[in-house]
C-alpha cells in the first residue's frame, strides 16, 4: 500500500506570495490533518479534514487555509507570506471513525520564505 | 502555553543500556496518548499508543508507562540500538477532540556505539 504522499518536496517563496501544498492519503483513509513543525515547536496542529469538510482546527491565522476533495487528498494554502511561515508542513493520513487510530505521516513539505 | 511537554531536548544513550524519554500534559481531558520516531528529511512514524485505561503497553523493546495522577507518560527503549537515533515525539489527545493530536516539542535521541 503506498504511503501518505506530498508534494512538492521543497518551496522557496518570497513574502507576500502564497503557497499551496498537496497531500494524497493513504488509500482508504477518509481523515487528512495538517502540522507545521518549527525548531523548538514541535508539530503544531493547523487543520483536519474528513469527508471534504473541515473538522477540527488548530490556532493559526486565517490566511492558512485547506481543503479536502471528494477522493480525499487535501490541499493546504497560505495566502500573504511571512517569514515566520518558513517550517516543515506535514500531513498525516488516517482512517479516522469513531475510535482513535494512529496517524500515518507523509515526508512533508519544507517551505523556505525568503 | 504548552499542553504537552518534553523537558529534555536531548539524551544521550550507550548501546544495549535503557532509553527513557518522558513526557508531561497538563489537560486532564487527554485520555489518549501517542509516541512517534522521525528521522531527518521524513516524516514521524508511529511507535506505539496508550489509552487511559491503562497504565502500561508493550510492544518488543518498547514500552510505554502512564501515571494518570502525575500527568506523566515515559517510554522505554531496552535494548537501545544505533537505529533508534532520533527525535521522539509525544502526543496526545481527548476523545472531543477527534484526530487533533497536541504534540511535544520532541526529544533527540542519540545511541551511541
Known amino acids: 500500500k503506498a504511503g501518505v504522499t506530498q508534494t512538492p518536496r521543497y518551496l522557496i517563496k518570497t513574502r507576500g506570495q502564497q503557497v499551496t501544498l498537496s497531500c494524497s492519503p493513504i488509500s482508504g483513509h477518509r481523515s487528512v490533518s495538517w502540522y507545521q513543525q518549527t525548531p523548538g515547536q514541535g508539530l503544531q496542529f493547523l487543520f483536519e479534514y474528513f469527508s471534504e469538510t473541515q473538522r477540527n482546527k488548530g490556532n493559526f491565522p486565517g490566511r492558512f487555509s485547506g481543503r479536502q476533495f471528494s477522493n480525499s487528498r487535501s490541499e493546504m494554502n497560505v495566502s500573504t507570506l511571512e517569514l515566520g511561515d518558513s517550517a516543515l508542513y506535514l500531513c498525516?493520513?488516517?482512517?479516522?471513525?469513531?475510535?482513535?487510530?494512529?496517524?500515518?505521516f507523509g515526508p512533508g513539505t519544507r517551505l523556505t520564505v525568503l | 502555553d504548552q499542553q504537552v511537554k518534553q523537558n529534555s531536548p536531548s539524551l544521550s544513550v550507550q548501546e544495549g543500556r535503557i532509553s527513557i524519554l518522558n513526557c508531561d500534559y497538563t489537560?486532564?481531558?487527554?485520555?489518549?496518548f501517542l509516541w512517534y520516531k522521525k528521522y531527518p528529511a521524513e516524516g514521524p512514524t508511529f511507535l506505539i499508543s496508550?489509552?487511559?485505561?491503562?497504565d502500561k503497553n508493550e510492544d518488543g523493546r518498547f514500552t510505554v508507562f502512564l501515571n494518570k495522577s502525575a500527568k506523566h507518560l515515559s517510554l522505554h527503549i531496552v535494548p537501545s540500538q544505533p537505529g533508534d537515533s532520533a527525535v521522539y515525539f509525544c502526543?496526545?489527545?481527548?476523545?472531543?477532540?477527534?484526530?487533533?493530536?497536541?504534540f511535544g516539542p520532541g526529544t533527540r535521541l542519540s545511541v551511541l556505539p
Open positions: 496508550i489509552s487511559s485505561i491503562k
Open positions: 489537560n486532564s481531558m487527554f485520555d489518549y
Open positions: 502526543a496526545a489527545s481527548a476523545r472531543n477532540y477527534g484526530q487533533n493530536f497536541v
Open positions: 498525516a493520513s488516517s482512517l479516522a471513525g469513531q475510535n482513535y487510530n494512529e496517524q500515518f
